[in-house]
């Protein structure tokens, strides 16, 4: 990795930023194109053929830009598009779900996980195909949460009491069993961190982003680089609302220039 | 409009189904082709440059459908792209907000009005520009209420508790009040129509596909026309999300062919 000059990093929409600080947190020296898909976000509800041309778009727009490798910050292309997009381009291309499996069996005891994440990664099976390859001793469980970006994209808040509403319906199924881990297969879903604790008292929650960034370093040789993290950001739509956001969540980003693209023109 | 043969209706999604509803219930005899842009939804969140790309390639894939007049059964687009669109195409093209301000007039007593929509159509004033030229001594407010779409597409139903404490939420503002009608300006909400009724009790509830459809049956002459109305449905993303409406709202639906289409070509 650390022979790469610059890399992209993209989602379909602002979620990503929270892999984004997490990569930044982590490793220094980095030039990076951030892309979200702002105009088309968000991805999890629709279908994998057409997840998976988005996901091209998204990565012909970064190779535009010069990245040499990419890192999908987004659970719902990850979890779809990954196999078409090592098909398509040849240049290195990592997701999250390898980093997640591995941080997931890497904690749990019972050996029995459960993955939230959005309707289309829940369907695709991606996380239980990953965990029964590394760790095929493990069971693996899955609940679709799809108003969680909806929540988070709109300003609600983990304290609200819609939102507390909301991440009890989509948990309950999960208090009285045997899972003891819970990958947040959703890059917004950190934002609510606290609240699914708060529901799910003693268990091991994954952070995507987290696992995923733990992976490069272990990937880049300790070079003692000290410059800080270039960052570009582009979207597809004019983006205001990263104030809308818990910017708590997001506190290693570095300023950055931002560009508003077309991506159908990708 | 007698003389159209052929008409397109368009949203966002499908929440133009239930104007689509209206107009079949209120009509005979129509050819229509409804298109939805299941893989570009939610417009409402969007910026106007987008909502208005997005408007403008709706209808170039309508024109190529062979239709002569077009119906935005989108709150969003209607209060957003409308000029935009009677600037770049010569065809009728009729949108929801002027039938809409037309019935609230039509009831309101106390001259004080609001509508509800997605954030774009609340930014807009386009409810109020509109209601300020046909009826000046109206008042106007406006109450954006973007968590109700992904609720109604992802199956929450009205008597949901959550969709009760968000209802809640958005409108306790109009309580005590002397607001009397409500314009309902997105084409999804009449999905919670009974939750709206229950929070805002003896309300006067403004749906505008109902209204929409009123407007096009006085444009008609009568016709004696008995044939009944052809719908062809089109779709940007392979739609399989019809059964997670409560289809008692669309229950005058002919069935029809359902096309996917890719509107990035348009």
Known sequence: MASFQKIGVFD???????????????????????????????????TPETIERYAEQDVRFLLSKGVEAIIV??????????????????????????PACAAAVSVTKTKHICVIGTQATVNSNAYS?????????????????????????????????????????YLAQIRNTDIDTLILGCTHYP??????RAELPGI???????????????MMPKSGETRENDVEYCFSDKE???????????????????????IERF
């Not at 990569?23 to 629709?46: E, K, M, W």
């Not at 091991?204 to 272990?218: C, E, F, P, R, T």
């Open 12 to 46: 379909s929409g602002l979620g990503g930023l929270t892999v984004l600080n997490a990569i930044c947190a982590q490793n220094r020296g980095l030039s990076i194109v951030y892309f979200g898909d702002t105009a088309r976000v968000p991805y999890g509800s629709r």
């Open 73 to 98: 910050a987004c659970g719902t292309v990850s979890a779809i598009a990954l196999p078409k997009l090592h098909q398509s381009f040849d240049l290195p291309i990592i997701g999250v779900i390898e």
């Open 129 to 169: 195909s990953c965990l029964n390859r590394i760790a095929p001793d493990c069971r693996v469980s899955g609940i679709a949460c799809p108003l969680f970006v909806p929540l988070i994209e709109n300003g609600f808040r983990e304290d609200d009491p819609i939102t507390q509403l909301t991440v009890e319906r």
């Open 191 to 196: 934002f609510f961190t606290n609240a699914i």
């Open 204 to 218: 091991h929650l994954i952070d995507i982003g987290v696992a995923l960034s733990q992976a490069i370093k272990q």
């Open 240 to 262: 205001t609302s990263f104030q809308r956001f818990d910017t708590n969540h997001l506190k290693s980003l570095p300023k950055g220039e931002i560009h508003v693209i077309n």
